[in-house]
């Protein structure tokens, strides 16, 4: 019992030690984490300022080596309670050049930060070389990674749509993944000539966008000017586009994956009549049709509700000292919000560069393929909504006695209307698709001779080829309908492309510096070798499906004359485009800025007198805010003038237009001198040729010549930066068909230069960084411009025009062109009858030249036609929000459109009761009161003024440790196309609005979407 008792002491004495000892502990460690403060140098105070006194609120105060921070308030100052023995404090700013000072003991510290030179040291492409910010003499706008639109990208320009001020980036078919993409930068400046800005991809000249995918590009720059854009020649009168893609860098071997998966949602959907309502509109005498006792909402059955688009890309990069490599394999598959209707593509991006001789030699070499499958069947049936009988069905079996409960000549399986057709019995029994390979090779080569002066050769290969099939099967309706030339047989066509383009380009450059004074000259030489060859044909007579399109010889209407007769067409073209360039940069005092290039180019598309042009351009910018007179601007942080000049060209037009080129005409014949075996002369029929085009040797390339003057400016220690330009630009020798007199000419047209389009407008583009706090910051972003379009001339004393019509309405009523572009008019304007209201039959009412009131067959198109709208956007913005808290980013992208009209040509043909066929709602509503066939008139035109909530993404960056095998991690949610704020009543007020025949709403639409996307980006 004693021995218990002294165990039971003993574990209890034990137990007290051991609380004593934890408390101990508890102690010490608690000291331990307070033992900075007790051993601290104390608390730290002060202002901070720019260079001109000014207070910076929101400057980062961190003790280098902890996580021990402050910020200053509104009015600069700060406090910091100090942690560490040797304290540091690191003061950073957005726009100031980031400051460390050693505490020693003190307990105040102001400080005044210097301006960065970030923004004014930012790489710029110029063409053929680069510049600093700085330096910068014309107008180029550079949109980096960062700045890019998320989310799916189906062209690359996408990404910088609305990014760019005077950039019109326009996808009226939608999202569309086989849809194209309009492009426009700074108005129309052609009349047959392409207007698109010219494509340079990694130094290629006419680089093809299927070759770049969105996350192997760097960086956009936009050469907008005719100064910056000079040096490309005769391609650089719509501008041109710099895309530098992604290159290696030395240091460890990393990888990266990107993913994302995104589905569509139809977000305007035509207001046609239900089934019920048709129904009832029949019982009310609205119309004549016939009640078949189905409901079809055809529209709905054509939207692709389970579609979902994918993208994978996987990255290595990495390099050693003298040499870096880079490889992108990616793989994308888009299903477009219409039943079949995708394109699915994979392709291999390379590069890799190599130095040697302490980087005296430098070589570079990239190799992209991109390989896609697309389906082209559907997408464009959309138009069938207004032709349906909602209370018809899809399917049905086949009755053509009368009497029964539905009239139906579709022999196997498929409802088919007598005057129309059924677009799902298209998908069952017809295919066309497209299969392309588009490759891209080049290499670059260079050596610095001594310093600063280098030589260079460039060289490239860019090579399409694209395989198109198309099959109407026997089931076809197309192919075995009553009236059918085919007779109930198969139907199968056939075409191939084959384009590719040789370039090489030389270069040597030469750099140096005198005192104050600073010299890069570049001379060059280009040539460019492009050919295109195409060939198609077509047969008929298939009496089984079981060839397809892969037995051409098997159909019989290559002997059955009563069938359409096959078909087979063969084609080559080509041109040749040679120059030599120089451009010589000077600075002195890195304040005053003068650039001057020239550009020889010779175009075997241009006529024998005029096959060399030149193109010179001379630039010069000031920077302002360096001069000793600035100093006391306080709140002007940068201030630079620029003012340049220069011409350019256009020969983005057809091959051969200035020879005399052969065509077919009919066909005579030759009777042999002997009779056959049978007595009988059989001839031999010769085809004959002829002059399809009169030559013209005088024919030039379209010429523009343009000023722009500019402002960079930066504001409140660089907070605010921007430019502004102003510009006016003057396109000449514009090139169209003029009436010309039979004889002397052997045709009745020619081909010549002759007209004139003036341009001029005002752009800005500006960021304001408001709030950059430790945890949290907030950018934004705008563009903006202002722009006016004139067809200044079309005609001289030879040749004579006064208008062109374009922007076709169609049937029915034959409503004919909706825009005159006229001489001395501006481009883009509606032109028609002016509404005057209706009768109290709902009869129309128009006015005439005098004012006067009359019925639309009183109406002379000639006489009292007028000015009634123009279609081109007068204004473009858009406006960036990017809030990053801690790890998550959201971005916020606004984008409009304004001072513009649009016809909508859905309501005035479908708005209308008496068009026959299915109409909207509104038909029975709006304008119930119509009783007569459509008229083309201002009644349907709208103002297309907008705003856009475009892009909303939503992202969290992962943090790792240093042991974690991930560098880093994104995951991301992004939605296109959230919501639209405009008065337009149609489905989307954003139509095609570039090019001469501008905001026509067409009735054949493919639907707008709201675009649903998430996705991660890995890199380890």
Request: hydrophobic share 30%.
């Amino acid at each position: 019992m004693k021995k218990k008792i002294s165990l039971f002491k003993e574990a209890t004495f034990f137990n007290r030690k051991l609380k004593y000892l934890l408390f101990f502990l508890f102690l010490v460690i608690q000291i331990n984490k307070a033992y900075p403060f007790m051993q601290n140098q104390g608390t730290v105070e002060g202002t901070i300022t720019d260079t001109n006194g000014i207070p910076l609120p929101g400057v980062t105060i961190q003790e280098k080596g902890t996580n021990n921070g402050a910020q200053t308030d509104f009015d600069g100052n700060y406090s910091i309670v100090l942690e560490s023995e040797n304290p540091v404090l690191v003061f950073s700013f957005v726009g100031m050049q980031t400051e460390e000072q050693n505490v020693d003991g003190q307990s105040t510290i102001d400080l005044q930060m210097e301006t960065s030179q970030e923004t004014l040291d930012e790489v710029v492409l110029v063409g053929y070389g680069t510049q600093n910010r700085r330096s910068v003499t014309t107008s180029i706008t550079k949109v980096s990674e960062d700045d890019f639109n998320q989310g799916v990208v189906t062209n690359a320009l996408s990404l910088i749509q609305g990014k760019v001020p005077g950039l019109s980036i326009t996808r009226a078919g939608g999202n569309n993944p086989n849809g194209g993409t309009s492009i426009q930068l700074r108005g129309v400046t052609s009349i047959t000539g392409n207007t698109e800005p010219l494509i340079v991809i990694d130094g290629i000249p006419g680089g093809n966008l299927d070759l770049v995918q969105q996350n192997d590009i760097e960086s956009f720059d936009v050469l907008k000017s005719g100064a910056a854009s000079a040096i490309y020649g005769t391609r650089g009168n719509n501008g041109v586009i710099l895309i530098t893609t992604k290159k290696g860098k030395a240091g460890v071997t990393s990888f990266e994956y990107s993913t994302f998966l995104s589905q569509d949602y139809v977000n305007a959907k035509p207001d046609f009549l239900s089934a019920q309502q048709y129904r009832q509109a029949i019982e009310d005498g609205v119309f004549s049709a016939n009640d078949y006792g189905y409901s079809t909402d055809i529209f709905d059955e054509l939207v692709n509700k389970s579609n979902l688009s994918q993208y994978h890309n996987f990255i290595a990069s990495g390099g050693g000292e003298n040499g870096n490599y880079r490889v992108s394999l990616y793989y994308r598959n888009l299903e477009g919000i219409a039943l079949e209707n995708e394109r699915e593509e994979f392709g291999v991006r390379a590069s890799f560069n190599q130095s040697a001789f302490d980087d005296r030699l430098n070589f570079q070499s990239s190799i992209v393929t991109n390989f896609n499958n697309a389906n082209l069947q559907g997408g464009g049936q959309f138009g069938i909504v207004t032709d349906w009988n909602p209370t018809a069905p899809i399917y049905a079996p086949y009755s053509v006695e009368e009497g029964t409960d539905l009239y139906n000549q579709g022999e196997f399986g498929f409802y088919q209307p007598q005057n129309g057709y059924n677009p799902f019995s298209e998908y069952e029994n017809r295919f066309n698709k497209r299969q392309q390979q588009t490759f891209s090779g080049d290499a670059k080569a260079s050596f610095e001779i001594t310093e600063g002066l280098m030589i260079a050769a460039f060289g490239s290969y860019q090579r399409n080829i694209w395989n198109d099939r198309q099959y109407r099967s026997i089931q076809d309706w197309n192919q075995y309908n009553p009236g059918s030339d085919y007779r109930g047989t198969g139907y199968a066509y056939k075409s191939n492309l084959l384009s590719h383009t040789s370039t090489f380009e030389p270069t040597i450059t030469y750099e140096h510096e005198v005192g104050n004074h600073a010299f890069d000259i570049l001379g060059g030489y280009s040539y460019q070798y492009t050919t295109t060859e195409t060939f198609d044909m077509n047969n008929s007579g298939f009496t089984t499906d079981a060839f397809l399109d892969w037995n051409f010889g098997a159909g019989n209407a290559i002997i059955d004359t009563d069938l359409p007769r096959p078909g087979l067409n063969s084609f080559k073209d080509d041109n040749t485009l040679i120059a030599f360039f120089s451009r010589v940069n000077y600075s002195f005092k890195d304040r005053y800025f003068l650039q001057a290039s020239i550009r020889r180019e010779g175009s075997s598309k241009f006529g024998a007198n005029n096959k060399w042009g030149n193109f010179p351009a001379v630039s010069a910018a000031w920077m302002v805010s360096d001069e000793t007179f600035m100093d006391d601007v306080d709140f002007l942080s940068s201030l630079k003038l620029r003012a340049d000049y220069g011409i350019t060209g256009n020969q983005g037009i057809p091959n051969y237009q200035s020879l005399v080129t052969l065509g077919t005409g009919g066909r005579y014949p030759i009777y042999p001198d002997e009779p056959n075996a049978d007595g009988e002369y059989i001839p031999t029929f010769y085809q004959t040729y002829g002059a399809n085009k009169n030559p013209n040797p005088d024919l030039r390339w379209e010429r523009k010549k343009e000023w722009n003057l500019g402002l960079d400016f930066g504001l409140l220690s660089n907070r605010i930066t921007g430019a502004l330009d102003i510009y006016n630009r003057r396109t000449e020798d514009l090139l169209l068909s003029y009436d010309v007199p039979q004889p002397p000419f052997v045709q009745r047209t020619i081909y010549t230069n002759v007209g004139t389009i003036t341009n001029k407008g005002v752009e800005l583009g500006t960021t304001f960084r408001a709030i950059n706090s430790e945890d949290f910051s907030w950018n934004i972003d705008l563009a903006a411009n202002y722009q006016e379009n004139e067809l200044t001339t079309l005609s001289n004393d030879q040749f004579i025009a006064s208008e062109i019509f374009g922007g076709n309405i169609g049937n029915p009523g034959n409503l004919g062109d909706a825009i005159r572009n006229t001489e001395g008019g501006p481009i883009g304007n509606f032109y028609g009858k002016r509404f005057a209201g209706f009768t109290q039959d709902g009869q129309w009412l128009f006015y005439k030249a005098d004012d006067s009131v009359v019925p639309a067959s009183e109406i002379s198109p000639e006489e009292d036609n007028a000015i009634i709208g123009n279609g081109m956007p007068k204004y473009n913005a858009s406006l960036t929000n990017t809030f990053r808290y801690k790890n998550f980013d959201l971005t916020i992208f606004l984008r409009g459109k304004f001072d513009y009209d649009i016809l909508n040509t859905v309501d005035l043909f479908y708005g209308n009761p008496n068009i026959g066929g299915n109409i909207l709602t509104s038909a029975l509503d709006q304008y119930s009161h119509i009783s007569e066939q459509p008229q083309y008139s201002d009644y349907y035109l709208e103002s297309g003024d907008f705003v856009r909530l475009d892009n909303v993404t939503l992202g969290y960056n992962f943090d790792f440790g240093e042991n974690s095998p991930f560098n880093s991690l994104r995951v991301y949610a992004n939605a296109r196309n959230l919501a639209v704020i405009t008065a337009y009543t149609g489905r989307d007020p954003e139509v095609q609005d570039t090019g001469l025949y501008p905001g026509v709403d067409d009735r054949n639409f493919y639907p707008r979407t709201t675009t649903i996307t998430v996705g991660l980006n890995v890199k380890f």
